[in-house]
């Protein structure tokens, strides 16, 4: 069974920075891209991050410039380096993976999260 947990949320003012992390553990033989995304209340679960396995990344316009995304492959880990923050960057914040993991003497191949973590930044 694949998990995907989720640290490092918290509160924050404004101009500060958190660094989330998200480890992927279980039967895993490899993992493709992996992301952030994030859900405030009232709207729609949207994109903040994404990166490839190869380390290609892409943001959502709103953080550009202030986070960044990395992952570590040897530890099944992605990091999400959050700047600059702004109350309007509160929201519960997901990870994201896609993972080929050991099953029945195969693979399967699926999309996991993680429970998220609540980032608050207050003005």
């Known amino acids: 069974q694949v998990q995907l947990v989720e640290s490092g949320g918290g509160l924050v003012q404004a101009g500060g920075s958190l660094r989330l992390s998200c480890a992927a553990s279980?039967?895993?033989?490899?993992?493709?891209?992996m992301g952030w995304y994030r859900q405030a209340p009232g709207k729609q679960r949207e994109l903040v991050a994404r990166?490839?396995?190869?380390?290609?990344?892409n943001y959502a316009d709103s953080v550009k410039g202030r986070f960044t995304i990395s992952r570590d492959n040897a530890k099944n880990t992605v990091y999400l380096q959050m700047n600059s923050l702004q109350p309007e960057d509160t929201a519960v914040y997901y990870c994201?993976?896609?993972?080929?993991?050991?099953?029945?003497?195969?693979?399967?191949?699926?999309?996991?999260w993680g429970r998220g973590t609540q980032v608050t930044v207050s003005s």
């Open positions: 994201n993976a896609a993972i080929l993991s050991y099953s029945n003497g195969g693979y399967a191949d699926a999309d996991y």
């Open positions: 279980g039967r895993i033989f490899s993992i493709n891209d």
């Open positions: 990166i490839t396995r190869g380390g290609s990344t």
